[in-house]
C-alpha cells in the first residue's frame, strides 16, 4: 500500500512558517542561550500545561536524569526497572550508583510495588520508576514504601507528558520527575528534557547543577554539567505547546482505532487502559502471545517486509546489556515477568498525523495473518 517506510513514531512538526517568528526575535535579540527569553516563557508555559509549581528545562532527558540523582545527592543502590530505554540505569551508573533491579507487573509494564521491599538493602537511597507508555507507576504504594525505609523517588517520566491520574498531573508524584523531549516523544523540542521539583530552592539547586554549578559569577557550588536547552530548542517547544491539544487527541484516535480493530484478534493482546487516568497515547504496544499464527519476531519482520517497522519496546531488557547482565538483580529468574514480557512486546505506529486508513492496514496486515 505505503513505498515510504512508516516507522513507529514520528516528530510532530507545525507549519515552518510558524517557526520563523520566532527564529526572527532570536537574530534580533542575539540571546542565543543561558536561561534566555523563551527558555524561561517555555519553563513558565510547561509548569501551566502540566500543572506543576517548577520544572527545570535541560538539553535532553538523560542529563535531566543525571542532574536528577545529583540534586538530592543520591549514592549506593537505587531500586529500578529493567523494563525501560537504557538511559534510566544509565543515568545511575554515570552516578556511580548501582542499579538494582526488580521485576515488573504484567498488567501495567512498570514495576512491581510487591518486590520493591525484598530488594532494599542498607544501602539503597531511592527508587528510580518509569511510567512505562506513559501509564502511572503504582505512585501511592511506591511513596508508602519509600516513607517507610527513608527512600527518594526519583521517577522517569520520559513517557509521562501530559497524563492525568485523578484529576491532576501524574509528574506531580514522587520528589522529582523526569520528561524527555527528544524528538520521538510526545512533545518534543528536537532534543530536551526537564526535571520537576516541588519547590524553589530544589529548582535553584537543579538550575545551579545544570551550568556548571555557577550560583553566581565568581561561585561554583558543584561539579555541575552544562545541561542547559538552548534558545532555538525552547522557542519550538512554545511553538510545539500551542499544537499539543489536538496532537493529543489525534494520538488517542489513533489508539481507539487499533483497540477496536485489533479487540478478538486470536493471540494479540493489549494492556487495559489505566484507571482513573487520562492517558497520552504515546506508545501502541501489542503483546503476542503463543495462540497467535507467527511468532513475535516473524510478526515483526512479516510488517517490516510490508514497510511497517514496528519497534520491540522493551527488547532486550536493560538488564540484558553487557554492562548490566553480572549484577544478582539481572538474572532471568529475579525478572521473569519483564523477560516474558520482552519476548512478545511489538509496539505499533502512533503519531498525530498517521493516516486512519495506514492504521487501518497495519491492524488488517496483523488481523488477518
Ligand atoms: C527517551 C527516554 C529517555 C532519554 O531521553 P533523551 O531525551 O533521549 O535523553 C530516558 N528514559 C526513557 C524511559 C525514555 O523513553
Not at 504515546?282 to 503476542?288: C, E, G, K, Q
Amino acid at each position: 500500500m505505503s513505498h515510504k517506510p512508516i516507522y513507529v513514531t514520528r516528530p510532530y512538526l507545525p507549519p515552518l512558517e510558524e517557526f520563523i517568528p520566532y527564529l526572527e526575535q532570536i537574530w534580533e535579540n542575539k540571546l542565543l542561550t543561558n536561561n534566555g527569553p523563551f527558555h524561561r516563557q517555555l519553563e513558565a508555559a510547561l509548569c501551566e500545561y502540566l500543572g506543576v509549581e517548577h520544572l527545570s528545562l535541560f538539553a535532553n532527558g538523560t542529563i535531566a536524569l543525571v542532574t536528577a540523582l545529583q540534586t538530592l545527592r543520591i549514592t549506593g543502590e537505587v531500586i529500578t526497572t529493567p523494563y525501560s530505554f537504557v538511559a534510566t540505569a544509565h543515568s545511575l551508573v554515570w552516578n556511580n550508583i548501582k542499579p538494582v533491579f526488580v521485576d515488573i507487573d504484567p498488567n501495567t509494564c512498570n514495576i512491581d510495588p510487591d518486590k520493591i521491599e525484598q530488594a532494599i538493602t542498607p544501602q539503597t537511597t531511592a527508587i528510580m520508576p518509569v511510567h512505562c507508555y506513559g501509564n502511572p507507576c503504582a505512585v501511592e504504594r511506591i511513596q508508602q514504601i519509600a516513607d517507610i525505609y527513608g527512600l527518594k523517588v526519583i521517577y522517569d517520566a520520559a513517557h509521562a507528558f501530559g497524563v492525568r491520574y485523578k484529576e491532576e498531573s501524574l509528574i506531580r508524584h514522587g520528589d522529582l520527575s523526569v520528561l524527555s523531549f527528544h524528538a520521538t516523544k510526545v512533545f518534543n523540542t528536537f532534543e530536551g528534557g526537564a526535571i520537576v521539583c516541588p519547590d524553589a530552592k530544589t529548582k535553584q539547586r537543579i538550575d545551579f547543577l545544570k551550568n556548571f554549578g555557577f550560583a553566581d559569577e565568581v561561585t561554583v557550588v558543584a561539579p555541575g554539567i552544562n545541561g542547559k536547552m538552548s534558545e532555538i530548542n525552547a522557542a519550538f517547544g512554545l511553538l510545539q505547546l500551542k499544537h499539543i491539544n489536538s496532537a493529543l487527541s489525534q494520538r488517542k484516535e489513533i489508539e481507539a482505532n487499533y483497540r477496536q480493530a485489533l479487540a478478538g484478534v486470536r493471540g494479540i493482546h493489549m494492556l487495559v487502559k489505566p484507571a482513573e487516568t487520562q492517558g497520552n497515547a504515546s506508545y501502541f504496544p501489542i503483546f503476542i502471545g503463543p495462540e497467535y499464527l507467527l511468532s513475535r519476531d516473524t510478526l515483526y519482520q512479516h510488517l517490516r517486509e510490508n514497510n511497517i517497522y514496528a519497534r520491540r519496546y522493551f527488547y532486550p531488557l536493560i538488564s540484558d546489556f553487557p554492562m548490566y547482565r553480572g549484577l544478582a538483580s539481572a538474572q532471568r529468574d529475579n525478572l521473569s515477568v519483564a523477560t516474558e514480557n520482552a519476548s512478545k512486546v511489538l509496539c505499533l505506529p502512533i503519531y498525530p498525523d498517521l493516516d486512519m486508513s495506514l492504521c487501518n492496514h497495519i491492524s488488517r496486515l496483523i488481523a488477518t495473518k
